[in-house]
């Protein structure tokens, strides 16, 4: 069995409802009723190189009291300093803290806060009532400690700002308002506005955890980042970003850079990813609202156990990958079938894995909906994705194999590229196609055979396919699929009904159970980005462009072949780039 660099451990979700119920997304105004579920979890995370569980959460990165007394007091007025300890020093616009212990900082201060302590020693910031503005480097600089614990007073307003490009002070690269070399806690019931100007918001070049408190980033670069890991339990966070909402990449260590979030209400608006790291993301609670990204989820490894997740993509919703163009499986031409025959115990050790088995997400993409360059599979929870309106993208992309066990999901878009899940799965799936092209907000419904309404989802999108997958859906038994003014019954004769393979050939459509009409979705057209069809370069053949990457495809005057390749039998290679353009042009004139 592959090993994961990083295994959650905690209870399934359990999807609690009777036989006929309506299953449909709370916070989405297009459908009417919402899926109850419960989660219980524990906060521990296991490395695959070692056997030993450490705690995602220390109890002290939870602990926000603190008494007033005991603590030393800094308070800033501007440009001076009133500070009883000889510890701490101001100069040139610097306040210097060398030893460890609990500092309460209060006041406007025009520089930066330094701490500068021993490797093995722990600092408390309590930050109450401050106004802090760095020009050129971070408002709060963690140059050594083994720890650093970053406490909003409850009650108090805090300000964090850095302007200008930033300029190194010494051998660190500082490129964030919060920049700590050490492990770094924010917690405390008070709230936090960090604005940076050229860099990113709050950064962590080890772990970042937060456990609580009120927290608005503006950047130009990522909100909250951490290179090891970053952590969340709690609180309320505002985020609008330039790069990723939030990030974690560790290139030197690879069972490390991952996000865990088991809690907070969140709203991101970035121009990359809402959310990215190299490694896993881990969502096991916290309500997560995206509204604007490139990639609304990224990540080797994404798991969703609960929580709800609502986010709008320019690209993929959630996006599965090593940031190789090698997945679990081949897929010609971006697209394609990928593995066809795999066990539950191999799709869920795959490297490269998307695993929903609990919580609610709600999914608006223009690229696809769900994607994973490895496999995709699906326990618990609730999915509703309104995917690509082009055909170069499906609702469901995955280049190992899909599989379905619990849980509902409906995943509607343009059926060029639609997939259906695999013959692992052991909950019944429908996949079906309409002749046209339905409107935005046109109602797809389920129903048994007894008129029972099982599904309702109204789609954000145009879309022409649908995948419908919920516990009510068994062999032998007919069913009921309405798009728009369409109907079709379905019997399902096996556990899966439509066998879309990714390029759009199934036997779900709607008065053309052989193949698909591509209706008007047509070529993705170009955008900013390059065009729809395509993931961040690296991703796949086709790969679309980020924000900021400028490298375009060149397509050479002449195709030499291999040395010893020769075109089939009867078969001329056009030489002359020519004339391949000139028939895919004659191609497309006729579709």
């Not at 705690?55 to 007025?77: G, H, V």
């Not at 079938?337 to 490269?352: F, K």
């Not at 046209?436 to 599904?455: F, M, P, Q, W």
Request: proline share 3%; with cysteine; charged share 25%.
């Amino acid at each position: 069995m592959k090993k994961k660099s990083m295994m959650i451990l905690l209870s399934m979700a359990l999807i609690m409802g009777a036989c006929g119920q309506k299953e449909t997304p709370e916070d989405n105004p297009e459908v009417t009723k919402a899926v109850e579920h419960t989660t219980d979890t524990t906060e521990t995370v296991t490395e695959a190189t070692g056997t030993e569980s450490s705690p995602l959460f220390s109890e002290r990165d939870k602990e926000t009291d603190y008494d007033e007394e005991e603590c030393i007091k800094i308070s800033l007025n501007k440009n001076t300093v009133s500070c009883e300890e000889p510890y701490v020093s101001a100069a040139d616009g610097t306040v210097t803290i060398t030893k460890k212990g609990t500092y309460l900082l209060s006041g406007t201060w025009e520089g930066s806060i330094l701490i500068d302590v021993g490797k093995e020693d722990k600092v408390q910031l309590i930050l109450d009532g401050t106004d802090i503005s760095a020009n050129t480097t971070a408002a709060v600089y963690v140059k050594e400690a083994d720890k650093v614990f970053l406490t909003l007073a409850g009650g108090s307003s805090n300000k964090l700002k850095s302007t200008g490009e930033f300029v190194n002070i010494d051998d660190n690269n500082i490129d964030g308002t919060v920049f700590s070399k050490a492990d770094l806690t924010v917690n405390g019931e008070g709230t936090l506005e960090v604005t940076s100007e050229t860099g990113h918001g709050i950064v962590g070049k080890d772990d970042l955890v937060i456990t609580g408190g009120t927290v608005k980033v503006e950047s130009a670069g990522h909100g909250l980042s951490g290179k090891d890991s970053v952590r969340i339990s709690g609180g309320v966070f505002d985020i609008t970003c330039g790069k990723d909402g939030i990030h974690s990449g560790n290139d030197e260590e690879e069972e490390k850079g991952y996000v865990y979030i088991g809690g907070g209400e969140f709203m991101i608006a970035a121009e990359d990813d809402g959310i990215h790291a190299e490694n896993s993301v881990v969502i096991e609670a916290g309500n997560i609202n995206i509204t604007k990204s490139y990639e609304g989820i990224e990540g080797r490894i994404l798991e969703f156990a609960g929580g709800t997740v609502s986010l709008t993509s320019k690209d993929d919703g959630l996006n599965a990958t090593d940031g190789s163009t090698e997945g679990f499986g081949f897929r010609p031409m971006g697209g394609g079938a990928g593995v066809t025959s795999a066990s539950l115990e191999d799709i869920e050790s795959s490297n490269i894995l998307i695993k929903i088995s609990g919580g609610q997400l709600n999914i608006r993409a223009d690229g696809d909906g769900i994607d994973s360059n490895g496999c995709f599979l699906m326990t618990g929870g609730a999915v509703y994705v309104s995917g690509p309106q082009n055909s170069g993208n499906g609702a469901l992309d995955f280049e190992g194999q899909g599989a379905v066990t619990g849980g509902t999901i409906v995943a509607a878009g343009a059926g060029g590229m639609a997939m259906n899940f695999g013959s692992a799965s052991t909950q019944g799936s429908i996949m079906v196609s309409s002749q046209a092209s339905l409107a935005a907000g046109t109602v797809v419904t389920l129903k048994d055979s007894r008129g029972n309404e099982l599904v309702s989802y109204a789609p954000a999108g145009k879309y022409n396919s649908v995948v419908i997958s919920c516990p009510e859906i068994k062999v032998g038994e007919t069913y009921t699929v309405t798009m728009g003014e369409e109907t079709r019954t379905v019997t399902m004769e096996e556990l899966i009904y439509g066998s879309g393979d990714g390029f759009g050939r199934g036997n779900g459509g709607f008065g053309n159970k052989g193949g698909f009409n591509w209706g008007d979705f047509g070529v993705p057209p170009e955008t900013e980005f390059g065009t729809e069809r395509g993931d961040k370069k690296g991703d796949r053949d086709f790969g679309g462009l980020r924000p900021g990457e400028t490298e375009k495809f060149e397509i050479p005057e002449e195709i030499e072949l291999p040395e010893g390749m020769m075109p089939p039998e009867g078969m001329e290679f056009p030489r002359d780039i020519s004339t391949l353009q000139g028939n895919v042009k004659a191609s497309s004139a006729d579709a």
